[in-house]
């Protein structure tokens, strides 16, 4: 880079940059009104995607819903305390695994916001039809493909 900050300028020009600069905005955007929205239920966003693995694959262990969430067992076991003492989940241990159970209060916390929660992000990509949702999809589907993990 030079003294004018030409070569900075120049870089922040590529299209995959602004498209990356802008991703970031969008994300952080739906996670801000996510999170405000999640709070209704006293639910975090971490506890949200723990709920939501959980609900959607009951008898899964802690190390699959560790590697879905792309954070370590250990991380994730104080959620998962956190959310056995709220009454919403259960482990049973099964051979050397813990596997994760919703509990019947669990399950209706998933069946009400589970939706809602799909509904509200929904509203946030409205703004693109159906077609470009789908667009968008593969299009970010690809890219995280090309990242590996």
Known sequence: MNTSGT?????LRQPAVLAWLRLIRV????????S???RRWGLSPAQFDVLAH???????????????????KGNVCQ????MAQSGWLVRRQVGRANRLYLTD???????????????LIAEQLKTLSP???LQLLVLLR????????
Not at 142 to 149: H, K, S
């Open 142 to 149: 690809r890219v995280d493909r090309a990242l590996g993990t």
């Open 7 to 11: 070569a900075t300028r120049a870089s």
């Open 105 to 119: 209060s669990g399950r209706a916390l998933f069946a009400e916001v589970v939706p809602a929660h799909e509904a």
């Open 79 to 82: 959620l998962l305390d956190r």
């Open 27 to 34: 994300c952080h955007k739906i996670e801000r009104i996510g």
């Open 131 to 133: 077609a470009e949702q």
């Open 36 to 38: 405000e929205h999640l």
């Open 54 to 72: 959980v609900g959607a694959a009951e008898g899964i262990t802690q190390q699959e819903l560790a590697d879905s969430l792309l954070v370590t």
